[in-house]
């Protein structure tokens, strides 16, 4: 019997292999699934999660945080602000407020040393200052009962404005507004999710299936993710991206999947031969589309940054449980449910798993595209390059107060605070580390840098300094100008460290002297991010490029999709400055405009976008390629492969566009960035990229899009081989 007619599917790849494994055995696959969710969630719950520490960073101000916290070990301090419009600080009744609140701060058991701090200089504000027994990195889990005292004394006192800020209290608001904002997110992105799916698929248990599998991954990911944190500690987006990522990617690959396997069945296949034809072809688009992920998270560990880190270790374990999810339980699934995963279907969709699957809108786009490559090619890719245009303007903005909504009270409190105590919120300190730091040398040396800083007009009063107990370490706590990364503060940071430190407390012999506290902090994290940018960049396009060669064995598909994720990028970027920057629809998608875009954002975006954006690349070269080597001709394989894929492509990339966008209504504006440049990313890739541009090259590439050299020839065939008759030859390193 000819292969072509055969109703047999020969099963080659990891992918297919599990496939025919889990539908052979569907209790031990599904059964076995549910335990792992269950257990890692568990597990997580019981080990705990380590949070990235905010105070330690990078370059000289880590290596100063570090000699502060081993020569101090300090507990984390914290300050009550105590403010009247009209009373002032020697009134009886703001007397009696001070009062009351350090006796009600003093009652709590985790707060010690409360004493009345500093007056401002209007007399209008003080501070009751305390510290938070115990570890300072894990101050924030005890600093809620000290918040509730403050919210009780507030009401106590309704003719003053109280409230509290320091490292525990703000790590601890951030915390909040993270997960209230993930709480939002999952409540808006779950019923659009499956109201998507129900369009597409037509029938519940079809659509319910995705929606099932990414969510079964995102909670697994959920625990597994506190495994690891003791290693590299978890920063507080982590859990956001957990759930953005692994919902996209989850949904689209079983769609991927169950599509497919729909496909084959109304072609005429049995229930096992359509399960096995997905698990040989989408299987292995998923197998290869879920390693881009992986490769491309995998730049930022060279970053060297913690934050960096956390957030590519939480994007690779979910889109690693996904791929599982997505080999394992979802045949084993679809091999027990057969046409059964039809059943509550809703009447008024098309079910587009039945007939050929080719959805005429996009099918008419390509055939216009087909007709005039050319002309299609250079209107898209020019359509690109003015999206991206916008991008050359990119302005980065560090993450300082400004990068937290305005409406957290800690928020509020610090501005207030600035306000007061001008620089107090967040000082630069000066530590010293020398054999004696009570020497009559060093003292004065301490005292000539002191006064310089008041001198330069860019610090205030007071400014403190702490010896510790072995008199080895000293702590200079200087107050300086701006909200801590604009131009005041940058000026006051660049001052002390290249000019006033090395001339006086750093000239001393055996002496080890810098200048750390949030603007260093933010001043070094930016520049080794800078340093560190281009071996990222380079890293995810070599591996990147390398996969897709190995996978389609063909430089010009591997070139090509690099080049098309590029110009993808690039159009998102143009995208985020029009929006952020120059407020270009703020207004209608409710944006506040921005001074620049979050420091964070345009490499996450790189690097997510660059693996999310070959799921739909993969999906449909596979099915080009594979329409190619039965005998099809070029034109007609590009044909056949978009118009066969574009249906499950238009519903996953709906899904993935709505579920970012969901992000984007949040209130952390990384949040917001992120989720509109992801958003509007995938809609650039998945209509002007995938059904445009890719189709027109394709056309005018013609044989040369499978080009590999002879010296490439021993890499191995990895496409689904189902009944196909021979490959064409493609051109080779002879006949070019």
Known sequence: MSTRTSN????????????????????TATFGWLAFVLVAFALGGLVGTKNVDNNTGSGESGQMQKILDTGFKQPAGESILIESRSARAGDPAFRAAIADVAARISKVPAAQDVHRGAISKNGHAALVEFQI?????????????????????????????????????????VLTAYNN??????????????IILVLAFG?????????????TAVFATFGLIALPSHLVPVAPEAQAMVLLVGLAVGVDYSMFYLKRERQERAAGRSPQAALEAAAATSGRSVLISGLTVIIAMAGMFLTGDATFASLALATILVVAVAVLGSLTVLPALLSRLGDR??????????????????????GAIVDRVLRRPALSATLAAGLLLVFATPALQLHLAPQGAESFPKSLQVIKTYHRVQKAFPGSALPANVVVNAPNVNSPAMRAAIGKLEQRVLASGRAFKPITTVINRQGTVADITIPIGGNGTDASSNA????????????????????????????????????????????????VLALAFGLMLFAFRSIVVAAKAVLLNLLSVGAAYGVLVLVFQHGTGAGLLGIGKADGIEAVVPLLLFVILFGLSMDYHVFIISRIRETFDRGATMDDAVRHGIKSTAGVVTSAAIVMVCVFAVFGTLSVPFFKQFGVGLAAAVLIDATVVRAVLLPATMKLLGDWNWYLPRWLEWLPRLHADEGATAPKAAPSAVSA
């Open 8 to 27: 047999s599917t020969q099963i080659r790849g990891l992918a297919a292999r599990m496939g025919r494994w889990s539908a052979a055995h569907w209790k």
């Open 181 to 194: 904002d993930l709480g939002k997110a999952g409540m808006l992105s779950l019923p659009v999710t499956l």
């Open 133 to 173: 027994r115990g570890d300072r990195t894990k101050a924030a889990d005890k600093v809620q009962p000290v918040l509730d005292v403050v919210a009780s004394a507030r009401q106590a006192h309704p003719g003053f404005w109280l409230g509290e800020f320091g490292d525990a209290s703000a790590e601890k608001g």
């Open 492 to 539: 006051a940071f660049h001052l002390l460290r290249d000019t006033l430190v090395p001339q006086t407390v750093g000239a001393l012999p055996n002496t080890e002297a810098g200048v750390t506290g949030m603007t260093a902090a933010w001043h070094d994290s930016a520049a080794a991010l800078k340093s560190n940018l281009l071996p990222v960049v380079a890293f």
């Open 203 to 215: 029938a519940l248990v079809a659509a319910g299936i995705p929606l099932l599998l990414a969510l």
């Open 341 to 362: 995963v039809d059943r509550l279907r809703i009447p008024f969709p098309r079910r587009p798993g039945r007939g050929d699957g080719e959805a005429r809108f996009w």
